[in-house]
């Protein structure tokens, strides 16, 4: 484990990082005007999914891997922002909506788990955070440097799976007493969109050496 000292000053660097809305704020809080609190949560636990799985590279000895190499971070960067493209697009052609009234579709929930999965594991962000960021806080003269990785990653994790599912049942919340009507259709297609599409854009641009 870490020193004390050092944990404290991890825990708040990371709080200070989830207290401003990023792209996985955006997405969860996409998904869960277009599906409700569970939608939302769905989305949230594929997300820290993501998190989770790059915290477990990192804690065997990758973090060094994909910043390392161009290459393979421009691919993650690319792949991610054309997906996130891509759902913006069938969003704002009307593709997978609800018509008011309508109920929700069975696997909903599976799918936008499986997205939030997907969208995490190539946010560029979450990459340079856990990979470059984190080991920051590591002793490696520590015997066990891996548990220091693990214990740091999944206290990060769980900050945001907290963190996300509030936002997520906030905008659930206020989505679901509006379910039905022609307004959150219209918030669904129109604003969803732009968002998604605006996440693609954002993805496709940043950069370490801009942004966090």
Not at 5 to 26: K, M, N, S
Not at 44 to 66: D, P, Q
Not at 132 to 160: I, K, M, R, T, Y
């Amino acid at each position: 484990m870490p020193s004390p000292a050092t944990y404290a000053v991890f825990l708040a660097t990371a709080i200070v990082l989830l207290l401003v809305p990023g792209p996985a704020v955006l997405y969860v809080v996409t998904r869960s005007i277009e599906m409700g609190r569970s939608g939302g949560l769905a989305s949230v636990a594929g997300i820290t999914t993501g998190t989770v799985a790059y915290v477990a590279l990192a804690s065997v000895g990758l973090s060094s891997l994909i910043p390392a190499s161009t290459v393979a971070f421009d691919v993650v960067k690319y792949v991610g922002a054309a997906y996130l493209f891509l759902l913006g697009v069938r969003r704002l052609l009307g593709r997978g909506l609800q018509e008011p009234g309508e109920e929700a579709v069975p696997r909903t929930r599976r799918r936008a788990y499986m997205q939030g999965v997907f969208v995490n594991l190539t946010n560029p962000k979450t990459i340079v955070f856990i990979f470059a960021f984190l080991p920051q806080f590591v002793d490696p003269d520590a015997a066990h440097a891996w548990a220091q990785v693990l214990a740091l990653g999944l206290s990060f994790a769980l900050l945001g799976f907290l963190g996300d599912s509030m936002w997520a049942v906030a905008a659930g919340t206020v989505a679901d007493r509006l379910r039905g009507s022609r307004g959150i259709a219209c918030v669904q297609r129109w604003i969803g969109g732009s968002v998604l599409l605006g996440l693609g854009i954002l993805a496709a641009v940043w950069t370490p050496s801009r942004s966090r």
